[in-house]
């Protein structure tokens, strides 16, 4: 066990080769803070007892009173290396939420590290979250290990077999390893014979992987430990009739059936000793049964009388911490199996950086991790100064500290830093800033421990880029104006949840917009924007994040102001469905010029690539190939793409010069732009973003004047004209869709399909839970009927059901946005009214000036 010391930290910061950048990721309740809790205890950040449940890394009083992690933590320690003496490693460790709500939490630490730990719960196997962060973490090229948590369950609780976990043990790997290879390109995967997969409790503080074992009865067989280490897994099996390892199940002289070696010399000791705990009588002498004293004397593990003196639960983690201390094979799995920075950024500095040229110093320094090239940091988010992060800060009220990792180059206090946004522009030299670093920092949950530098490779604090950074952004020292930023993140969330937010009392408007740029600063994924009427609306992922986001904003950011809050509500998309729509018309105010629109719908397949940025944007002959040959657009238009819009959704609408012969077209073509952009983020039914729209820009009639075809004259009539033609193309609203899975017993599941039926979700499927007496029920939920689901289903249920809604999709409803009697219409108009737009649905009439031409 290591105990802090500074010293060993300020020497490893500088060495890249001793560092280790990892997450650990889970779906919610497997069990993530716990085993952070017994790596803090191996760095001596907590004491024995505390450990499993001390969650030394829920810092936040929201994490502390709900019991779920809410913020990705950060959390350095020295670790020793138990195969290696005085071979010490510093380990920062981010330790994210599980909540399908939080996943962007998720985004900013994988960003920042090179690998993750994986945790599985052993009863309920691989879940929703699981998924999703497994194809999170692959797609930032982080390498994985896998620790199968909560095997106590197995023993205690579900009563298996050491033949049944065994085989539970396998089905879990299996689905780990099918979600590896479907969201990696590359052969990545976990098998226990490689010692990347542990076994274990985080909670009673014990762990294993076949490496320990092996250690153990290598001498017994006279066998190598990696001999031995891959006897132990698979179908292998021990003779004892002739004292050798076979692979059939059957013995050659007996043919008595034989029993796994994983199962007979790995798990039936550890089974063996919670049923002799189990059946022990406490005694106030701290005398323990015969065959429990024989065991534990024959595993060598040292109890005192008090620790024999414990109730069978206490006792029983006693001795498998003593027997199977967790941090041991955790400690070996993280640096022996988890890439250093050295290693890890060769394989993803070219999907990190921007810049065309991948040979360019910066490029070159972040692949070689070299602490002598240019400086490149990424600043992954903005975390809040707690009152006690230093003695030194006074007053860290509304402060924030950059969590940021250091790619290339190195860093100290005083260093002067260019600072590139989110929407830098190289060209317009937007979104750039300068300033100087104040203090560096090292994270260690709550509290901080001040450094003077820090290379690549290191995840550090820095103090004094709140003035400057919302969420993230890049850093380059001063003068190296040729650097290219980090690629943003993105977020396999979307703000879909919004409520509108307002002062009660007008005077303390000031203070509460400046709570509110702290609030949004505080969360990687929070919105938050002004409506025409002058509220400001809040957008998140979930009814939880809303939730969490409301509290903090009443209790921290903006303390002692009344708020006014409207219902939640949810946000929508508008889209057309008539893929043969009518061409319309709109004159300018002046009537001297003539604009012709129509509006068509994209496929789903070309939204999809558009959003995940496969569509080559800067490459226009490939481009057209695509659109070309994948989605049969005519070859007259596909070379001629004025723009994506809005720029602010990763532009899924798309604008088409389709003119042929017109004169004038190049000097109106920005203001057709600047319009397309504006209308594509407000949409003609009820005021909401499109999504999935082709306007083609058919034909336009201009004064040969130019003074008479000004930007006032082509932006209001190309405003006019979109919106005519999204309205006579058949338009529909989009709305969001959660896949929702939900555990109960099969007893309560005709209440849980009426509850999801009633709000219109449709049931995927339905399939047992292996080993247990659940059912795993999923389905796909509309996001406008989730508010509420959890508290009702309880109800419904007794409390045995609980559901978990990740984002799914966006979903068309097909219903006639003009029937009074469909509930789309209803919909509309009460958005309408809601953002204080006339109720009734426009029609195409009233932005086009003449009947289309047939």
């Known amino acids: 066990m290591v105990k802090f010391s500074k010293e060993i930290l300020e020497r490893l910061l500088l060495d890249s080769n001793k560092i280790r950048n990892i997450s650990i990721i889970a779906h919610v309740d497997h069990g993530k803070s716990t085993l952070t809790d ?129 085989q539970n043990f396998l089905r879990i790997i299996e689905s780990v390893n099918a979600l590896l290879s479907t ?140 027997f199977l201390p967790a941090h041991k094979p955790l400690v070996q799995m993280i640096i022996n199996h988890l890439p250093s920075p050295k290693e890890a950024q060769k394989v993803r500095y070219d999907s990190l950086y921007t810049g065309e040229d991948l040979t360019d110093p910066y490029a070159t320094g972040i692949k070689e991790c070299d602490p002598n090239a240019p400086l490149v940091v990424y600043v992954s988010k903005m975390v809040p100064m707690h009152s006690n992060t230093s003695s030194s800060m006074s007053n860290n009220v509304g402060r924030f500290i950059a969590l940021a990792r250091i790619f290339s180059g190195s860093l100290t206090q005083s260093t002067k830093v260019r600072i590139l946004g989110p929407n830098y522009d190289p060209i317009a030299k937007k979104d750039v800033f300068h300033t100087s670093i104040q203090r560096l920092l090292v994270m260690i949950g709550k509290n901080t421990e001040s450094i003077t530098q820090a290379s690549c490779g290191a995840i550090v604090g820095i103090v004094g880029l709140d003035k400057y950074i919302i969420k993230s952004c890049t850093l380059t020292e001063e003068g190296q104006v040729a650097c290219m930023p980090i690629k943003n993140m993105k977020y396999s969330v979307s703000p879909v949840v919004q409520m509108g937010v307002e002062p009660v009392n007008p005077a303390d408007l000031s203070r509460f917009v400046e709570g509110l740029k702290r609030l949004v600063q505080s969360d990687p994924l929070l919105e938050c924007k002004q409506n025409d009427s002058g509220q400001h609306i809040l957008g998140t992922a979930g009814e939880l994040h809303l939730e969490i986001c409301l509290k903090n904003l009443e209790e921290e950011y903006a303390r002692g102001i009344q708020i006014k809050k409207s219902p939640p509500v949810v946000t929508f998309h508008e889209t057309v469905s008539n893929k043969n729509g009518d061409m319309v018309m709109a004159r300018s105010a002046n009537g001297h010029n003539r604009l012709y629109m129509q509006a068509e719908p994209i496929s789903e397949e070309l939204i999809e690539m558009i959003k995940e940025g496969q569509l080559p944007m800067d490459d226009q002959n490939k481009r057209a190939k695509i659109l070309e040959i994948d989605f049969e657009w005519d070859p007259s238009i596909t070379k ?106 099969q007893s309560v599941m005709g209440s849980v399909y009426s509850v999801i039926s009633n709000r219109r979700g449709v049931i995927k499927s339905t399939e047992m839970v292996i080993g247990t007496p659940l059912v795993s029920i999923t389905g796909n939920l509309p996001v406008l009927e989730s508010f509420g689901l959890t508290e009702e289903l309880r109800g419904v249920t007794q409390g045995q059901a609980f559901p978990q809604c990740s984002f799914s999709h966006w979903k068309v409803m097909e219903d006639n946005v003009y029937d009074p009697q469909s509930k789309v219409h209803k919909l509309i108009k009460s958005i309408r009214k809601r953002k204080g737009l006339k109720e009734d649905i426009p029609l195409y009439t009233d932005y086009c000036d003449t009947m289309p031409k047939q």
């Open 38 to 166: 017994q790596l803090a205890l191996a760095a001596g950040l907590v004491d024995e007892d505390a450990a499993g449940e001390k969650r030394v890394c829920d810092v936040d009083k929201n994490e502390i009173e709900k019991g779920i992690t809410i913020k990705s933590t950060s959390l350095s320690m020295v670790l020793e290396n138990p195969d290696k003496e005085n071979d010490h490693h510093l380990v920062n460790l981010i330790d994210c939420p599980g909540h399908i709500d939080f996943s962007s939490e998720v985004s900013t630490a994988l960003r920042i590290t090179d690998g993750a730990v994986l945790i599985v719960d052993a009863a309920e196997g691989c879940r929703g979250q699981t998924e999703t962060v497994i194809r999170q973490s692959l797609q930032e090229r982080i390498r994985p290990v896998l620790f199968i948590n909560k095997v106590d369950r197995l023993i205690e609780e579900m009563q298996f077999t050491e033949e049944e976990s065994y």
């Open 183 to 322: 969201y990696s390109d590359e052969s990545v995967s976990v098998d226990p014979v490689d010692c990347n997969i542990a076994f274990g409790s985080g909670k009673m503080g014990w762990a294993f992987t076949l490496e320990q074992f092996a250690q153990l009865y290598s001498k017994k067989f006279k066998l190598p430990v990696e001999k031995v280490i891959n006897k132990l897994w698979g179908e292998n099996y021990y003779d004892h009739s002739t004292k050798k390892f076979t692979t059939e199940p059957y013995s050659s002289t007996s043919g008595q059936q034989l029993k796994h070696t994983f199962c007979e010399f790995i798990l039936e000791p550890i089974f063996k000793i919670f049923k002799l705990v189990r059946e022990h009588e406490i005694s106030s002498e701290g005398i323990l049964s015969t065959d429990l004293e024989n065991i534990i004397s024959a595993l060598s593990i040292p109890l005192t009388k008090e620790e024999k003196r414990k109730e069978p639960k206490l006792l029983a983690k006693s001795i498998m911490r003593k």
């Open 640 to 745: 001629r793409i004025w723009s994506f819009g809005p720029e602010a959704d990763k532009g899924s609408n798309i604008l088409v010069n389709a003119t042929k012969s017109v004169d004038y077209i190049n000097e109106i073509q920005q203001y057709v732009v600047t319009s397309f952009q504006q209308s594509s983020s407000s949409g003609g039914l009820c005021d909401e973003a499109m999504r999935g729209v082709l306007f083609k820009f058919n034909d336009c009639n201009l004064h040969a004047d130019s003074i008479h075809r000004g930007a006032g004259q082509i932006l209001q009539a190309t405003s006019r004209v979109m919106t005519a033609s999204q309205l006579r193309a058949d338009p529909k609203l989009v709305e969001p869709m959660y896949l929702v899975e939900v555990q109960c017993p």
